[in-house]
């Protein structure tokens, strides 16, 4: 199934697609322009750093603005759709500029990425991330998150988003240009940290990665994870490790956070690492010099080969490198008032054009770090496209963007031999089959055509009622239940338990502990769980699991010749002298037999009472039994029976329970006997005398 829409954005519907199948064509090489395909290119219009630096960006020229800020290294910055300066954060404080007020945060100042700025376009708050310094007097580092409020102007404190992190601290979009990946890393291993901001929060669960160098952030071996930089497209990550003099770039997937390892390089004391704007080439200042890598070739040799100091001179005083939105990389001299230039980042060597005090900083001077931007406000392609999944029927809404003024499009679905297309700007595709698909978007002006191609991978659709239905279990019992999610989930919380991300509040929870699939329950009460799959949609079920009382134990009575319970209940089960008989809806029953009866009851969800006292039917006409007569008494009961005869004579006496196995035996002579039957129940006595005649009965033993 597949529904097209006007390019007026899912306002109406059109005619039917037109469904063909199409070759994949090859796309040209993207053109970037510094307009922005949308309002989150001003993220990067305004910088603040260092001693009271402030600049902004402008389609033409970079401005001079003095602030209020003492930040030696992270920063960060955040202006709405329009360019107007709205927030920018040290480790250590956030600024509202617009109010001229600042809040304390439980950064460290000596925190390289130390702060960092997001906002989802579909939130209501800002999510500010501030970093603690590792290594120094051997602290451990935090992440620590915070929201801001627009509306209210007003922070809050969320908790240790990650409580053993590096310094390194970046973001970039996810593939589907709607969510942000936030990364750090562990400063105890090898483990990457992937947050994923969906709507209005950051998922409680992240990716991990186990990959590369160990981090080990304090004492006489430690290593020191200082810069994680993303290419402005999201298709490569860099972490630099400064003491380990190791520098590693791993190919990302911004779709699932998965990682790829892909080259490593030892440049002396590695600081800051950044992308080209087309992401070709890599640069790392380390020891006062900028590397290039150009990584337009798949080979690693290749990679390792075409690595050249492009600055003139080298500055032992370099610090942090950043790309802007005017296409250039700018380095920062510590104590400097200018900073150096990296004018045409995209081409090889020496023509990068790198320009010693290349921009003039007339409010103050530069420290050791720059400002920490969502790489993704760099990533300003000629075409591109966003999208939304519906979890439920692997239907995606697709939102074609370009900056050509097209005026043609179209749309390519290909998986494997199977091929979908149709012509429009927008389109909502149900896609027919899970799998990794190819899905393509195509446009053109009349001169020129570009298309852009992503990977998606459809995942199985989610299952309704995923604990199953409500149950219960009968008061007494002993129960047991296993709850089961659908596998391979991303992350499950079980009774909406959620990291605890605040010291105060006790141990912290490691993130590892949310992925048990399945909670086993015994006791009563109402369970529910939280879901989230590969693809990060959300499912919630609940499940109640009811204690169901017993009937009371029925008597029975006796009336026009019926049986009939004392107590209603959803059924009836009847038995004859200790013997199953049947079950019934009904609450009486007319006896065929002579006996001892009872009733057991059950209620709608199936629990038992106890069986009745029995009760005793001796009128219905029988044949009688010929032969030899004798008295039983009392009956019932206790356990004492006697049996009288009406003469003397030689008897034999035995005694069956109602499965028919004899229980006790006696042989008489005279008129009258006493015997025992410890068990309760009923039992069946027969008697012969030495004629042979026989006589028989029924009594029933009472518990003592």
């Known amino acids: 199934m597949h529904l097209c829409t006007s390019p007026e954005y899912f306002s109406a519907t059109v005619g039917a697609c037109n469904v063909s199948v199409i070759k994949m064509r090859s796309y040209s090489l993207l053109v970037f322009l510094f307009a922005s395909l949308s309002s989150m290119a001003q993220q990067g219009r305004h910088w603040v750093f260092g001693d009271s630096v402030g600049l902004e960006f402008t389609k033409s020229e970079v401005v001079n603005t003095s602030k209020k800020v003492w930040a030696p290294e992270g920063v960060s910055t955040y202006s709405d759709s329009t360019g107007k300066l709205l927030y920018y954060a040290t480790p250590e404080k956030v600024f509202f500029v617009q109010e001229d007020t600042s809040f304390v945060l439980k950064g ?47 922070l809050k404190y969320e908790g240790i988003l990650l409580d053993h992190s590096t310094e390194q601290l970046n973001a970039v979009n996810h593939q589907n240009n709607r969510d942000i990946w936030i990364s ?64 590693e770039l791993l190919l990302f997937n911004s779709e699932s956070a998965d990682l790829k390892w892909h080259f490593m390089t030892t440049p002396f004391y590695p600081w800051s690492a950044e992308f080209s704007p087309d992401g070709s080439k890599w640069y790392i200042s380390a020891d006062g010099r900028l590397y290039q890598y150009d990584l337009s070739s798949p080979s690693v040799s290749e990679i390792k080969a075409s690595e050249k100091k492009i600055d003139p001179n080298g500055n032992s005083n370099m610090g942090a490198i950043q790309l802007a939105l005017n296409r250039r990389i700018y380095v920062a001299i510590i104590g400097d008032s200018n900073l150096d230039v990296v004018n045409n980042p995209n081409l090889p060597g020496t023509a990068c054009d790198y320009q010693v005090d290349g921009l003039v900083l007339d409010s103050g001077k530069a420290l050791k770090g720059l400002p920490n931007f969502n790489q993704s406000i760099f990533y300003t392609p000629a075409i591109d496209f966003a999208y939304t999944e519906d ?20 749309w390519l679905f290909t998986n494997g031999g199977y091929r979908d297309s149709f012509d429009t700007k927008h389109c909502t595709y149900q896609f027919p089959d899970t799998g990794t698909w190819q899905v393509s978007h195509i446009v053109s002006n009349g001169s020129r055509s570009d298309t852009i191609t992503k990977e998606l991978t459809i995942r199985p659709r989610w ?99 019926e049986l009939a319970s004392t107590i209603k209940a959803s059924g009836y089960r009847w038995y004859l002298n200790d013997t199953f008989l049947k079950d019934t809806e009904s609450r009486s029953i007319k006896p065929q037999k002579n006996g001892y009866y009872q009733v057991k009851l059950f209620s709608e969800h199936g629990c ?75 039992y069946l006595v027969k008697v012969k005398n030495q004629n042979v005649n026989i006589g028989q009965t029924i009594v029933q033993i009472k518990p003592e």
Request: proline share 4%; aromatic share 10%.
């Open 108 to 154: 460290g100042k000596s925190s390289a990425q130390g702060a960092l700025i997001v906002k989802h376009p579909n939130g209501n708050h800002l999510n500010l991330l501030v970093s603690t310094h590792v290594g120094l007097d051997n602290k451990i580092g935090s992440l620590y998150s915070y929201s801001i409020d627009e509306q209210k102007k007003s």
């Open 184 to 247: 750090s890393h562990d400063d105890t291993s090898q483990t990457f940290y992937f947050f994923l901001v969906k709507n209005d929060r950051i998922l409680e669960c992240p990716v991990t990665a186990k990959i590369g160098a160990r981090h080990v952030e304090s004492g006489p071996n430690q290593t020191a994870g200082i810069c994680l930089k993303f290419s402005p497209r999201g298709d490569y990550l860099s972490s630099l490790l400064v003491f380990a003099h190791r520098s």
């Open 391 to 410: 979890c439920w029927e692997h239907k995606y809404t697709f939102e074609g963007r370009d900056t050509l003024k097209a005026t043609t499009f179209k």
């Open 463 to 561: 299952r309704n009622d995923m604990l199953g239905k409500d149950t219960f279990y009968c008061l007494g019992d002993t129960f047991k239940l296993v709850l089961e999610t659908p596998k391979n989930m991303h992350c499950v919380h079980w009774m909406g338990e959620e990291p605890n991300l605040d010291t105060a509040n006790g141990p912290l929870l490691h993130y590892n502990h949310f992925h048990t699939d399945s909670l086993t329950i015994d006791t009563a009460g109402e369970y529910f769980v939280k879901v989230t799959n590969k693809t990060f949609c959300r499912a919630w079920d609940t499940i109640t699991v009811y204690e169901d009382k017993r009937p009371q134990k029925p008597e029975i009575s006796y009336q026009t010749e």
């Open 608 to 682: 038992e009472s106890e069986r009745s006292d029995s009760f005793l039917v001796d009128d219905i006409s029988i044949e009688p039994i010929v032969g030899l007569q004798f008295k039983v008494y009392p009956n019932p009961s206790r356990g004492l029976v006697t049996l009288e005869f009406g003469q003397h004579g030689s008897y034999s006496i035995d005694v069956f329970d109602m499965t028919g196995r004899l229980v006790d035996r006696q042989s008489l002579k005279g008129s009258s006997t006493t015997f025992k039957i410890d068990q309760p129940g009923h």
